[in-house]
């Protein structure tokens, strides 16, 4: 799922089994006639009148966002999880793209980004180091860590807490 697929609606179900007796009233309830009927009678008169259905986008879970931030491209997971390797360096848009590609094949992750959607998608992640002489280049000498992780932080609040496992995506303080 994409940040901008908006026809999935994401349901985390519980990894353990229900009592075997709740299965037991499951299926006695379901397999009676005069309970399905009331089921049915139910829906049938329900007032549904204030609900579009086919209009606007599902509804956002929080489970639906963990899906789309977990399938990130990998060049983004590389920068993100990587920090003390870009820092206190000069890169070229083809050095981050092999470092992301070999990042993205130690982690079995999928490298078949564009070199175009690559440069595009870096560029808005590095905006501030970003330098154009003899080809582009990112100029990561001058900061720290902690200055890269707040920026990166500024760029993609609920990803930076996501990839870092920061709980309930809370706001971090700097």
């Known amino acids: 799922i994409d940040t901008q697929d908006r026809r999935f609606f994401m349901i985390r179900c519980p990894d353990i089994p229900l009592d075997e007796q709740d299965y037991t009233d499951f299926y006695e309830f379901i397999n009676n006639k005069d309970n399905m009927n009331q089921l049915y009678n139910y829906f049938m008169t329900y007032e549904n009148t204030s609900y579009k259905v086919g209009f606007g986008r599902a509804p956002e879970t929080m489970y639906k966002k ?13 920068i993100y999880t990587n920090i ?6 000069i890169h070229t848009s083809q050095d981050l793209n092999i470092m992301a590609t070999e990042y993205a094949k130690n982690n079995y992750m999928s490298s078949s ?13 590095l905006q501030p180091y970003f330098k154009r002489n003899n080809g582009t280049k990112y100029d990561l000498r001058n900061i720290n860590a902690e200055e890269l992780r707040k920026h990166l932080y500024n760029n993609d609040k609920d990803y930076y807490n996501y990839i870092n496992d920061i709980k309930h995506l809370k706001e971090q303080k700097w």
């Open 84 to 89: 003390n390797k870009l820092v206190g360096i």
């Open 113 to 125: 980004w564009t070199l175009t959607r690559f440069g595009i998608e870096i560029k808005n992640i």
């Open 66 to 78: 963990e899906i789309i931030l977990d399938n990130a491209p990998a060049y983004k997971k590389f």
